[in-house]
């Protein structure tokens, strides 16, 4: 059943990703992938700069009320993220020198704008 709430949620999680990928253009990487899927799963980016493929999964929220956006990345959600990028790695034909597994953080606040956080895993 879809809610007023559930379409809040949506529409803030994409605008978070639109950001994040924006941050990341700005950063100078490559966005090869945007919500990639597969049996597995999904990752919200897949970013590559100098050799060093990034998985990132994008957590955006108004506050820090029910805990930090990157304490929303369980363990089970970490081992899906593991999963999909392997899915990945296995149909591209590139080569990296290294690969890294980030969350990025977006909290939105009212009239103050946005801060940005990127946070390990894995």
């Known amino acids: 059943m879809k809610t007023k709430e559930n379409d809040t949620a949506r529409t803030l999680g994409k605008l978070g990703e639109e950001l994040a990928e ?14 990639y899927r597969c049996p597995y799963g999904e ?3 897949i970013a590559e700069k ?37 899915s990945f790695l296995a149909e591209t034909d590139r080569h990296f020198r290294e690969m890294e597994f980030q969350v990025m953080e977006i909290t939105v606040r009212h009239l103050k704008g946005l801060s940005f956080q990127e946070v390990g895993i894995c």
Do not use: C, H, M
């Not at 941050?23 to 990487?29: C, S």
């Open 22 to 35: 924006e941050l990341l253009k700005q950063e100078e990487y490559e966005i090869l992938a945007r919500n």
């Open 50 to 86: 100098d050799g060093v493929l990034a998985f990132l999964e994008v957590k955006t929220r108004r506050s820090s009320r029910y805990g930090t956006p990157a304490e929303a990345v369980s363990g089970e959600k970490q081992r899906k993220i593991r999963q999909t990028a392997a």
């Open 43 to 45: 990752i919200d980016l």
